[in-house]
């Protein structure tokens, strides 16, 4: 292992993604609504995980332009309930639909 070596590695990886990016004429903006979908289901899959009221387990997220659709197996209508108060509650989300 060379660390001087892989940070230039590192550095080259990068400016070469830079350069290829520039040559396309794209822009890391680009990219910044899938970013915020993909950040969005990350958080409302972890904080489901972390309520002791839902089946975090047994509920698929998805989300796009920021509605998440939550879909899976619980064991009441309660549990839809919560499941949709935490997806919800999540910066970002517009609206909740469920499957």
């Known amino acids: 292992m060379n660390?001087?070596?892989d940070r230039t590695r590192a550095t080259t990886m990068r400016d070469g993604v830079d350069a290829d990016m520039e040559?396309?004429?794209a822009d890391r903006r680009d990219s910044a609504q899938p970013v915020t979908d993909t950040w969005i289901t990350t958080k409302v899959k972890s904080a489901?995980?972390?309520d002791d009221d839902v089946a975090g387990l047994q509920i698929d997220v998805d989300t796009?332009?920021?509605v998440v659709t939550l879909e899976g197996d619980v064991e009441s209508q309660n549990q839809i309930a919560e499941a949709r108060r935490v997806a919800q509650g999540i910066e970002g989300v517009t609206r909740v639909e469920t499957a």
């Open 3 to 5: 660390p001087a070596r």
């Open 23 to 25: 040559r396309d004429g």
């Open 48 to 50: 489901l995980l972390a």
């Open 64 to 66: 796009a332009n920021g």
